[in-house]
């Protein structure tokens, strides 16, 4: 079959197109001290709360939760400084793996 290996080669080249671009590594701190929830984090970015700062959501695996910090400071410089669980009708979210 010829069909596959050009298949191959076009897929690689979009890949190729698309490369991500990274920058360092650099942990994310809350209150002056690392933010740490162990293996398999998930953080996601988005203004969670509508005030134009870019907050961070953190699920955390080892115990399904998910945590808000919301960000104090600006887009390009966040700060965080606390979080909470967070709930859905005063109840805890925790989403379970496996
Ligand atoms: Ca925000």
Known sequence: MKIIPILLVLAAGLCMAQAPAYQSFLYMECAGNPI?????????????????????????????????????????SPVFNSYTTMKADGITITLPYG
């Open 36 to 76: 740490d929830v162990g293996n398999y984090g998930a953080p996601c970015i988005a203004d969670w709360n509508g005030d134009g700062e870019k907050d961070m959501i953190l699920g955390i695996f080892s115990n399904g939760n998910i945590r808000f910090y919301g960000n104090v400071n600006t887009n390009d």
